[in-house]
């Protein structure tokens, strides 16, 4: 698993805000006991927020030149930050609640969604479905069948539609706007699975 880490998201920030987090920051980390000794020195920190918040006032009423400057300032804070932030990272070595006490917001771990067992997506044209199921170890083959709801929503019988070697299929000339239900069992050398739990959709 990634370690946590803190992130530059204050780069993406319009100029205010970014000054009001880079405030924030400076009122977390220096003093900090877990930051005894970053790698800026606070006088430098608050230095380059005060020139960044001058230069966003004088930006408001100046011309080319004065935005210019504006945009020099903010490079100037992002890489000093973006500095202090490496520093949390050493020594917070991934810990998010030392991170978060810094002031820096932190990296969060991606989502993993389980694949689900099987998918009914849209086929290559109108009136198909393509069938994608979760691979299965020692599977050799994948045996697909079909249901087609009536209007009523009641059941049809299942109907054999093919026997594929890999996890996927495509299953052509179904009747737009009708309801099928999808499922597989898979083939094994011990055996044939029981089919899975039906996924259903309307054709398209």
């Known amino acids: 698993m990634k370690k ?4 530059f998201d204050f780069a993406q920030y319009a100029m205010a805000e970014k000054i ?20 800026i020195p606070e006088a430098e920190a608050i230095a380059v927020v005060d020139a960044l918040e001058a230069a966003m006032q ?16 903010a490079e100037r804070a992002d890489t000093l930050y973006r500095n202090l932030a490496h520093y949390v990272e050493r020594i917070a070595a991934g810990d ?12 969060k771990q991606p989502v993993i969604t389980p694949k689900p067992e099987l998918a009914a997506l849209d086929g ?13 170890e ?3 083959a994948y045996k697909w069948q079909m249901s087609k709801v009536s209007d009523d929503g ?4 299942w109907v054999d539609i093919g026997t594929t070697t890999r996890a996927t299929i495509e299953v052509k ?20 699975s029981d089919y899975c739990e039906p996924v259903s959709k309307i054709i398209t």
């Not at 408001?60 to 004065?66: D, I, T, V």
């Not at 009641?154 to 019988?157: A, H, I, N």
Request: avoid cysteine.
């Open 4 to 7: 946590l880490k803190p992130v």
């Open 20 to 39: 009001s987090f880079f405030r924030h920051v400076n009122g977390q980390l220096y003093g900090n006991p877990l930051y005894p000794t970053p790698d």
């Open 58 to 73: 004088a930006a408001k009423e100046g011309g080319p030149a004065a935005m210019s400057a504006l945009h020099d300032a």
């Open 96 to 107: 998010e609640t030392s991170i978060l006490s810094s002031g820096f917001h932190v990296s």
């Open 124 to 136: 290559e044209h109108s009136g198909d479905a393509k069938l994608v199921a979760k691979a299965k």
């Open 138 to 140: 020692r599977g050799t």
């Open 154 to 157: 009641t059941d049809g019988v």
């Open 173 to 192: 000339g179904l009747e737009i706007m009708k309801r099928y239900k999808f499922r597989f069992a898979v083939v094994t050398p011990d055996g044939t």
